[in-house]
């Protein structure tokens, strides 16, 4: 094997990797474009390097130091802050990698003999791929054997009832949306015009209701399974792997379960894939899909960490500017307007319709008078950080909230959840202050008026409990109400939500 295949096999070889560790997320499908831009970036940099070097063997050499570096920066770049190294810093590791680069640039121009490094590289990404490809069969095995036992769940938790009503469900997410009362204790902002709204329309209010985590995916883990989440290594140095182990936990949820089980169809309106049930919508602030293979790129670490600086400096570019914004408002637009036309849709059995949205979560997208903001004002601003733009961004999503909920009531008789799945967290708080970061809305709706299951101070781990009870005549016990703190470790910061 003296034909330099590593370059071709290397690009194979990063994609396959990424997609073993996330299967049961990633579609084969959606690798093979990834693959084939990895490919091509491959030939173009292989290209180059051939013109100056004028040999192939020392041509791929050179291209597999490029795209190494790029593939595996974010493994290298955790490694180094995780044990304090220096090379942490950007200022430090990029042009130390570009005078290395050009140090093997110029050892190549001597024409040294390459032949045992480019048999070596390919019998070794060889290797890789058979470990790979024995991992992938040995996890698929494991995960029908699993499947198996998930299945069976919801008959060892729950009690079907054949007698019991069965109206639709709407769970109605507003992520980041903090209580009433934290906005009235903590921010100085008047909600009451929202909550006289909510008790206007028979809701039960809440007002002591929190979140078991305030990071999204584990809050939303936690919500569909009803239980606290297992296996988390160490809460205050999170990782890559809890932020996508932390999902697992939707496609197993005992809720959505327990629901087909009693006959419904399930409805999902969000960026979350629910078991059996598909995300419909992107949205910029969790890895998902292929994402989950390119987040430790090169090009991803620079635009989390440093592409502040460019957006700051050039908000005119379209690319820059509306990416997550606009991401964000048509992911909303479109899980809004399917929600309402599916209230309107007659359907011949009861449904669960799940909607999720990005608001009033980060980008602040509408001023208080509704009116929408410019992208240069978005981003202009303090980012996730700026209260007066959340604050400024609740009048439209309660717009919003009181447009659906009332769509809803006036075509179903439906029992309508309204949730955040924690508070808004980005002011400088400390210690039991961090309390108000779990804080969240919390109303429920029930056609018959009856409450007596629904305590004020409730945590969002019981929330379906308390429905589950109350609807289907199950005894489920409540957990103890606690909030588990969380921390980010090194190359996590953007992932929260």
């Known amino acids: 094997m003296k034909a330099p295949f590593f370059i071709w096999l290397l690009p194979f070889f990063f994609v396959t990797h990424g997609y073993v560790e996330n299967f049961r997320y990633v579609n084969p499908a959606d690798c093979l474009p990834l693959l084939g831009i990895y490919w091509a970036a491959t030939l173009v940099c292989f290209l180059i390097f051939r013109i100056f070097l004028r040999d192939n063997a020392r041509s791929a050499l050179m291209t597999f130091f490029i795209m190494s570096f790029y593939f595996f920066f974010g493994v290298f770049h ?3 802050r995780r044990h304090g190294i220096f090379l942490s810093h950007y200022i430090i590791s990029l042009p130390l990698f570009a005078i290395m680069a050009a140090g093997l640039f110029l050892w190549l121009k001597k024409k040294p003999p390459v032949a045992r490094i480019t048999k070596f590289l390919n019998y070794l990404l060889l290797i890789y791929i058979v470990v790979d490809g024995s991992t992938l069969a040995f996890h698929k095995l494991s ?13 060892d938790i729950f009690r079907r009832c054949d007698s019991c009503a069965t109206p639709d469900i709407y769970l109605l997410l507003f992520d980041e949306y903090t209580s009433t009362r934290t906005l009235r204790d903590v921010y100085h902002y008047d909600n009451s015009r929202f909550d006289s709204f909510l008790l206007q329309n028979n809701f039960h209010i809440l007002q002591d ?31 890559a792997d809890d ?3 932390a999902l697992d936990p939707h496609r197993s949820a005992a809720v959505i379960h327990f629901l087909e089980e009693q006959g419904y169809a399930i409805v999902n309106n969000s960026s979350f894939d629910l078991p059996g049930h598909p995300a419909s919508l992107d949205q910029p602030f969790i890895p998902v899909k292929t994402q989950l293979i390119t987040h430790r790129t090169l090009f ?15 908000t005119d570019s379209r690319v820059i500017a509306e990416n997550e914004a606009t991401m964000t408002y048509r992911s909303d637009s479109v899980a809004i307007e399917r929600t309402l036309e599916e209230s309107k849709r007659s359907a011949p059995g009861p449904r669960f319709v799940y909607m999720h949205v990005f608001m009033p979560h ?8 509704l009116h929408p903001k410019n992208m240069a004002d978005v981003l202009k601003t303090e980012g996730r950080t700026d209260l007066t733009g959340y604050l400024n961004y609740i009048p439209y999503t309660n717009v919003q909230a009181q447009r659906l909920i009332t769509t809803i009531k006036d075509n179903t008789s439906a029992v309508i959840i309204f949730l955040s799945d924690h508070g808004y967290r980005y002011l400088p708080f400390s210690g039991h202050n961090e309390r108000a970061f779990f804080n969240n809305q919390n109303a429920v709706y029930y056609p018959d008026g009856d409450y007596h299951l629904l305590p004020d101070s409730i945590s969002c781990v019981n929330e379906f409990r308390v429905v589950f009870n109350k609807l289907f005549k199950q005894e489920l016990p ?10 980010d470790g090194p190359g996590t910061e953007g992932n929260k939500n």
């Not at 305030?214 to 809460?235: C, G, Q, R, W």
């Open 478 to 487: 409540l957990l103890k109400d606690s909030l588990i703190y969380l921390r």
């Open 362 to 369: 980060f980008p602040f997208l509408f001023d208080s008078l």
């Open 243 to 245: 932020y996508i182990d």
């Open 300 to 314: 991803h670490y620079l635009m989390r960490d440093i592409g502040w600086w460019f957006t700051k400096r050039f």
């Open 143 to 155: 995960r029908n054997n699993a499947a198996k036992v998930i299945s069976s769940r919801p008959n």
């Open 209 to 239: 209701s929190r979140s078991n985590y305030f990071f999204t995916p584990f809050s939303m883990a936690s919500i569909f399974n009803m239980d606290y989440l297992e296996n988390l290594k160490d809460p205050q140095r999170l990782s």
């Open 78 to 80: 955790d490694f180094v």
